[in-house]
């Protein structure tokens, strides 16, 4: 198994890391099915703490699709949520093209776990604070997207959230954000540490950025979390982010959050 692990840090910028290792942190060869259903579903109560309830469970018919989990399901028309979704099958999962899957609420989580093979179309698009992806194989086709840039859930519980006072500082990651026009950087901090997950599981939001105390709407907000976790193979011809957001003037940037790839190949 293969670990593409990347831990997306201040200001969106991108620290990369690819671990080639004998033990994957988590893998569908060391866990069954009932195991992992089990674990997923605790992502959400997991880092954030942002969950207010159990994720909803739904069949290929909620989601106004055509077949079975069981066997294939087919989505071939848009879907809105407001709410964490998990989608379990032992079958497969096509997302047709130019087919939008979206929960816009700050932190919503979307997991498809099936035991086939995921496709997504052609500028089919996956938007959530939270990704989980399952599979034996998923194959994203051109301009295909999974989405979770400046969605990112509340702060954990350990950090002081976001800061508030007379400069906008960026936001923080794996260390605490600062003003980079300051030299006082005790008092022009940014956005705190949320990164308390492992680097070879990463499953962190990125934070948002400092603002003014009469700007504070004004901030980049944090990027979200995805995780990818296949048997097989992943290809890639899309796009998978989790970049922190754009800020006025007089604010910070957030940071970007964290993308997690398990595969053979990619």
Same mark, same amino acid.
Request: proline share 3%; net charge negative; charged share 15%.
């Given at each position: 198994?293969? $670990? ?23 893998? =569908? ?5 009932? &195991?992992? &259903? ?14 207010? #309830? ?14 079975? =989990? ?12 407001? #709410? ?21 609420? &700050? ?16 500028? +089919? ?15 994203? $086709? #051109? ?28 936001? %923080? ?21 949320? +990164? ?17 105390? #009469? ?7 944090? %990027? ?18 989790? $970049?922190?957001?754009?800020?006025? &003037?007089? %604010? ?15």
């Amino acid at each position: 198994m293969t $670990d593409f692990c990347f831990s997306l840090v201040m200001l969106g910028l991108v620290f990369l890391c690819v671990l080639l290792v004998s033990t994957p942190c988590f893998s =569908l060869s060391q866990y069954g099915v009932t &195991e992992f &259903e089990s674990s997923v579903r605790l992502f959400s109560d997991e880092a954030s703490g942002n969950s207010t #309830s159990s994720p909803i469970s739904v069949t290929c018919q909620d989601l106004d699709g055509v077949g079975s =989990l069981n066997t294939t399901c087919t989505l071939n028309s848009n879907l809105r949520f407001d #709410s964490d979704v998990y989608v379990y099958g032992t079958g497969n999962l096509n997302i047709l093209a130019h087919v939008l899957v979206d929960c816009p609420v &700050e932190g919503c989580m979307i997991t498809f776990n099936v035991s086939g093979t995921i496709h997504l179309g052609q500028s +089919a698009r996956i938007v959530a604070g939270s990704v989980v992806f399952s599979a034996i194989n998923l194959t994203m $086709d #051109s301009n295909s997207s999974i989405y979770t840039t400046a969605l990112a859930g509340p702060p954990p519980s350990q950090t002081s959230g976001t800061p508030y006072g007379i400069d906008g500082a960026g936001g %923080g990651h794996g260390g605490r954000g600062a003003s980079c026009v300051k030299s006082n950087k005790t008092t022009y901090w940014g956005g705190d540490v949320y +990164a308390w997950s492992s680097l070879h599981d990463p499953w962190s939001y990125g934070s948002e950025g400092g603002v003014k105390l #009469s700007t504070k709407n004004i901030r980049g907000k944090g %990027g979200g979390r995805v995780k990818l976790i296949l048997t097989d193979t992943v290809h890639v011809n899309g796009t998978v982010s989790a $970049d922190g957001g754009d800020a006025g &003037e007089e %604010g910070g940037g957030g940071s970007g959050g964290s993308i997690c790839i398990r595969a053979v190949k990619l």
